[in-house]
Nanobody
């Protein structure tokens, strides 16, 4: 079965960095995308960054563009989210999820609202103090 496991969250000060990791298992196919999503208390879930394994395309939300970088390590079956220059407003539970199928190539259209991301891992808490 397809499974995802997010890790790497923690408590940091504003301006510091964290690297989140998403371990993938059961991915015996190529047509998928991995997305990072976050949800803060009282706020809607938002797509932060997504990566398509089909065409290599990426998506970044405007709030994190230039600060966060998504990357894929196929050998280790891991997807990472490098988060630099963290801000207090980045505080949230971060989730990784997978979109499996031909829709995985449309990360720009589907990532913001997580459309098609049907497989989710448990979240990891990121807290950024001011």
């Amino acid at each position: 079965d397809v499974q995802l496991q997010a890790s790497g969250g923690g408590l940091v000060q504003a301006g510091e960095s964290l690297r989140l990791s998403c371990a993938l298992s059961g991915f015996t196919f190529d047509d998928y995308a991995i997305g990072w999503f976050r949800q803060a208390p009282g706020k809607e879930r938002e797509g932060i960054s997504c990566f398509s394994n089909m065409d290599g395309s990426t998506y970044y939300a405007g709030s994190v563009k230039g600060r966060f970088t998504i990357s894929s390590d196929n050998a280790k079956k891991m997807v990472h989210l490098q988060m630099n220059s963290l801000k207090p407003e980045d505080t949230a539970v971060y989730y990784c999820a997978a979109d499996i199928g031909w829709g995985s190539q449309n990360v720009g259209d589907l990532c913001p609202a997580g459309l098609g991301y049907d497989y989710w891992g448990q979240g990891t808490q990121v807290t950024v103090s001011s």
